[in-house]
């Protein structure tokens, strides 16, 4: 018997992104499942796949618009899949503000697209160094808040919990 075929699947823009995709690829790894990351932007047929984990940032309240568009391309193969979506962003790490539902929002308007299994919101990252002219205008306005908020135990503790419903997703083996 071989495994589920799983695509994880990022988009990014400075890169936190990718390394959260990374990190649920070496737990699901280390639980004897083995992935294929790429890029978004990179992917090609994906219906050979049994599972699909899409990784996006939070920009601008939505996803990056490849991660969009990759929701509606593959729609109707991301119908039949199991699949499971994870964003990041910092709207959740002022002070006081732990509500990741700002993230999870930005999830649920590609609901018309696609129906994840599992959805979650993971805080991120952010640096004012090496922004985009235009991510610096925008960052000079909100002023965000600086640092790597990233909760490595939050997200090793979801890549198992992936590991624990692909298992149990007997179909697709
Ligand atoms: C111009 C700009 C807009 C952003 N907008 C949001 C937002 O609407 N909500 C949010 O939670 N984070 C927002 N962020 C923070 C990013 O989502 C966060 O830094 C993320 O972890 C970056 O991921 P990446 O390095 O993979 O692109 C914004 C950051 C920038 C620079």
Redesign the pocket.
């Known amino acids: 018997m071989t495994g589920p075929r799983v695509l994880i699947a990022?988009?990014?823009?400075?890169?936190?992104?990718?390394?959260?995709a990374e990190e649920i690829q070496d737990v699901l790894a280390e639980n004897g499942i083995e992935s294929d990351l790429t890029n978004v932007m990179e992917t090609g047929i994906i219906d050979s796949y049994d599972a699909v984990i899409l990784g996006?940032?939070?920009?601008?309240?939505?996803m990056?618009v490849e991660a969009r568009e990759f929701c509606q391309h593959y729609r109707p193969y991301l119908k039949n899949i199991w699949l499971a979506i994870f964003?990041?962003?910092?709207?959740?790490?002022n002070p006081g503000e732990t509500n990741t539902s700002?993230?999870i929002a930005?999830i649920r308007d590609m609901h018309e697209y696609v129906r994840p299994v599992m959805e979650m919101g993971f805080?991120?990252?952010?640096?004012p160094v090496n922004?985009s002219e235009?991510?610096?205008q925008?960052?000079d306005m909100?002023h965000?808040p600086v640092g790597d908020?990233?909760d490595h135990e939050a997200i090793r503790i979801w890549a198992r919990e992936i590991v624990s419903a692909i298992s149990k997703h007997r179909e697709i083996y």
């Open positions: 990022y988009a990014t823009k400075y890169g936190t992104t990718k390394e959260i996006s940032p939070v920009y601008m309240g939505k990056l964003v990041d962003g910092i709207s959740c790490c700002p993230l930005a805080s991120g990252a952010f640096s922004l235009a991510d610096a925008i960052a909100v965000p908020f990233r």
